[in-house]
């Protein structure tokens, strides 16, 4: 009997038997369903789509043209302004500080943009960079977030547990943060947010490790807690100083519990719709597997293995055997540990290896989401066993925004 791999794999290899690879496909059936399902998890709460994790445009407005989902979480200024523009969303968080004089410029030059486009700042020193490339008087009121660093800090400060984003901890420093921006010419606060990547961006229940699972979710409890006190004290702080219009906390591994916080208006996801390879490893939810990459056969080295040309598209973070793709179709194959995924040439390995030949698919899922976008000028979207439309990627629109 035909496993569920089996019948997707049939389907996208008929889906795109016209096509050479390598190339990207994302599986539409797939993509509404994790929509759908993050939506459900927010509970209520208005999800904005992290641009970085999907990269593709008529991907992000067939996302934002479903109940429940509201404006963009953009990584760059140029990014956030050209899909302003473009009419993606009237409504673009910048997630990261800027230090674009060039897209600084235009924002300020631009009324219709500096009310569709909110800047990230954790530090004064942002706020006189604007002023440098626009003084106040000369521009429009630029919209400003203030972001809060959730990681965790136990042993009165002694242990991080998160990712080193913003120098704004407690609830006293985000409240005079907030006081510098409410005293600062042509600028208006209107949101804060913060990412526990540390609950978020880790799962727990990681392969074949299950006492380094089990540290994690005794972890994840802890920061959890001590998070919900300190944000909510935090918004209380700023609030004091201006009429925030949102709170914006969580990822998509993290959006039922962030959403459960009573300081948060709305949670923060992206890379679920596509369900790469890293959300495999979580237990309170897993994405259904939505976006892939084929590669062709072209070698037969020997018994149980074959060569296919390409594959080593790998993740960012820590070099790890977690940032390699994995094989997924057909079901069986896995990557040799002596050689990984080359740029050139990837051996994989498995009993299903040998009945493979030559011109045949590999199917491969990437560790995370929209990265895959950044190897691929287009991407074909497939509904049942057929491409029906075919749509460019942020590179094959000519942008590289980082």
Same mark, same amino acid.
């Given at each position: 009997?035909?496993?569920?791999?089996?019948?997707?794999?049939?389907?996208?290899?008929?889906?795109?038997?016209?096509?050479?690879?390598?190339?990207?496909?994302?599986?539409?059936?797939?993509?509404?369903?994790?929509?759908?399902?993050?939506?459900?998890?927010?509970?209520?709460?208005?999800?904005?789509?992290?641009?970085?994790?999907?990269?593709?445009?008529?991907?992000?407005?067939?996302?934002?043209?479903?109940?429940?989902?509201?404006?963009?979480?953009?990584?760059?200024?140029?990014?956030?302004?050209?899909?302003?523009?473009?009419?993606?969303?009237?409504?673009?968080?910048?997630?990261?500080?800027?230090?674009?004089?060039?897209?600084?410029?235009?924002?300020?030059?631009?009324?219709?943009?500096?009310?569709?486009?909110?800047?990230?700042?954790?530090?004064?020193?942002?706020?006189?960079?604007?002023?440098?490339?626009?003084?106040?008087?000369?521009?429009?009121?630029?919209?400003?977030?203030?972001?809060?660093?959730?990681?965790?800090?136990?042993?009165?400060?002694?242990?991080?547990?998160?990712?080193?984003?913003?120098?704004?901890?407690?609830?006293?420093?985000?409240?005079?943060?907030?006081?510098?921006?409410?005293?600062?010419?042509?600028?208006?606060?209107?949101?804060?947010?913060?990412?526990?990547?540390?609950?978020?961006?880790?799962?727990?229940?990681?392969?074949?490790?299950?006492?380094?699972?089990?540290?994690?979710?005794?972890?994840?409890?802890?920061?959890?807690?001590?998070?919900? !006190?300190?944000?909510? +004290?935090?918004?209380?702080?700023? $609030?004091?100083?201006?009429? %925030?219009?949102? @709170?914006? /906390? =969580? *990822?998509?591994?993290?959006?039922?519990?962030?959403?459960?916080?009573?300081?948060?208006?709305?949670?923060?996801?992206?890379?679920?719709?596509?369900?790469?390879?890293?959300?495999?490893?979580?237990?309170?939810?897993?994405?259904?597997? !939505?976006?892939?990459? +084929?590669?062709?056969?072209?070698? $037969?080295?020997?018994?149980? %293995?074959?060569? @296919?040309? /390409? =594959? *080593?598209?790998?993740?960012?973070?820590?070099?790890?055997?977690?940032?390699?793709?994995?094989?997924?179709?057909?079901?069986?194959?896995?990557?040799?540990?002596?050689?990984?995924?080359?740029?050139?040439?990837?051996?994989?390995?498995?009993?299903?290896?040998? +009945?493979?030949?030559?011109?045949? $698919?590999?199917?491969?899922?990437?560790?995370?989401?929209?990265?895959?976008?950044?190897?691929?000028?287009?991407?074909?979207?497939?509904?049942?066993?057929?491409?029906?439309?075919?749509?460019?990627?942020?590179?094959?629109?000519?942008?590289?925004?980082?």
């Amino acid at each position: 009997m035909a496993t569920d791999r089996d019948k997707l794999r049939d389907r996208l290899d008929r889906a795109t038997a016209h096509l050479d690879p390598p190339y990207a496909v994302v599986d539409l059936s797939a993509f509404d369903a994790n929509a759908a399902a993050l939506v459900g998890r927010a509970a209520g709460k208005p999800v904005r789509i992290a641009s970085k994790s999907v990269r593709v445009r008529e991907l992000l407005t067939r996302a934002l043209a479903r109940p429940g989902w509201r404006g963009v979480m953009a990584f760059t200024l140029p990014e956030a302004i050209w899909l302003a523009r473009s009419g993606v969303s009237d409504d673009v968080l910048v997630a990261y500080p800027t230090a674009d004089r060039r897209a600084l410029a235009e924002l300020a030059a631009d009324p219709a943009l500096a009310d569709a486009v909110t800047l990230m700042v954790d530090d004064p020193g942002q706020l006189d960079l604007v002023d440098q490339v626009c003084p106040p008087g000369r521009r429009p009121a630029l919209r400003v977030c203030l972001e809060l660093d959730a990681s965790w800090r136990p042993l009165g400060g002694r242990v991080h547990v998160g990712v080193r984003r913003s120098p704004v901890h407690s609830a006293g420093a985000a409240g005079t943060l907030a006081a510098a921006v409410a005293g600062r010419p042509s600028f208006r606060l209107v949101g804060l947010m913060s990412y526990e990547a540390q609950i978020a961006g880790l799962g727990d229940a990681p392969p074949g490790q299950a006492v380094l699972g089990t540290a994690i979710r005794v972890t994840q409890r802890g920061s959890y807690r001590e998070l919900l !006190a300190r944000r909510a +004290a935090a918004v209380a702080a700023v $609030r004091e100083h201006a009429d %925030l219009e949102f @709170v914006n /906390g =969580g *990822g998509t591994g993290s959006v039922a519990a962030t959403s459960a916080d009573p300081a948060v208006t709305e949670v923060t996801a992206g890379s679920g719709l596509y369900g790469p390879t890293l959300f495999d490893a979580y237990r309170a939810w897993r994405p259904t597997p !939505a976006a892939f990459f +084929a590669c062709t056969v072209v070698r $037969r080295p020997g018994p149980g %293995l074959a060569t @296919v040309l /390409g =594959g *080593g598209w790998i993740a960012s973070g820590p070099a790890a055997d977690s940032r390699l793709p994995r094989p997924w179709l057909p079901a069986g194959l896995k990557l040799l540990g002596a050689e990984g995924a080359g740029e050139v040439q990837t051996p994989v390995a498995g009993d299903v290896a040998t +009945a493979l030949r030559i011109g045949d $698919r590999v199917w491969f899922r990437h560790a995370k989401a929209g990265e895959l976008c950044e190897h691929v000028n287009e991407v074909h979207l497939v509904d049942g066993d057929s491409v029906v439309a075919t749509v460019p990627t942020y590179r094959g629109e000519g942008h590289a925004f980082l």
